[in-house]
T-cell receptor, first 109, second 109 residues
Framework: GQQVQQSPTSLVLQEGENAELQCNFS?????MQWFYQRPGGSLVSVFY???GTKQSGRLTSTTVIKERRSSLHISSSQITDSGTYLC???????????FGKGTSLVVHP | EAAVTQSPRNKVAVTGGKVTLSCNQT?????MYWYRQDTGHGLRLIHY???????EKGDIPDGYKASRPSQENFSLILELATPSQTSVYFC????????FGPGTRLTVL
């Protein structure tokens, strides 16, 4: 079945450092979405990016279908970026998404 | 702005009791989903629906039923709740791009 691997599982940064989060998938995909989640909170969509590169402020998402990977780059990290980032993919056209287990990000002052 | 609401937000139930979690969306999306989120397992799909009257089994459907009486409403039903069903439950709507509700924290004693 579909598999989604996220890396790293956790990341600790000093404020101002950059972060690169990866999501690798085992099959071709129809959709790829990145979410942000605070502890105890709901999932907030960061990017819907099935292919190519999208940027929003300090965040950039790049999905390369042929290489079966998607990345989320956070530049100049801030304390408020702390939380968990999850990726979700859908592959088979049956609209049944599969989620990665997430990357826990902690940004220290 | 897409809107997904869930009720109740918190629920304590007894083992063997019946629990119904409700979800409402104003996005006019055909697809709706129920997930549970547990430490170490990430987000797992329980049931989903393609529209009013339809329900489909997700990856972990055992012990759960779903009901989609209308485009807007999607319920998750635990007929005989067990402590292993203690978790945080999220509802979402959307096809390729998903929008999540705030979550329901369920504790089964």
């Amino acid at each position: 079945g579909q598999q989604v691997q996220q890396s790293p599982t956790s990341l600790v940064l000093q404020e101002g450092e950059n972060a690169e989060l990866q999501c690798n998938f085992s099959t071709s995909l129809n959709s790829m979405q990145w979410f942000y989640q605070r502890p105890g909170g709901s999932l907030v969509s960061v990017f819907y990016n099935p292919s190519g590169t999208k940027q929003s402020g300090r965040l950039t998402s790049t999905t390369v279908i042929k290489e079966r990977r998607s990345s989320l780059h956070i530049s100049s990290s801030q304390i408020t970026d702390s939380g968990t980032y999850l990726c979700a993919m859908e592959t088979g056209g049956n609209y049944k998404p599969t989620f990665g287990k997430g990357t826990s990000l902690v940004v220290h002052p | 702005e897409a809107a997904v609401t869930q009720s109740p937000r918190n629920k304590v139930a007894v083992t063997g009791g019946k629990v119904t979690l409700s979800c409402n969306q104003t996005n006019n999306h055909n697809n709706m989903y129920w997930y549970r989120q547990d430490t170490g397992h990430g987000l797992r799909l329980i049931h989903y629906s393609y529209g009013a009257g339809s329900t489909e089994k997700g990856d972990i459907p055992d012990g759960y039923k779903a009901s989609r009486p209308s485009q807007e409403n999607f319920s998750l039903i635990l007929e005989l709740a067990t402590p292993s069903q203690t978790s945080v439950y999220f509802c979402a709507s959307g096809v390729y791009e998903q929008y999540f509700g705030p979550g329901t924290r369920l504790t089964v004693l």
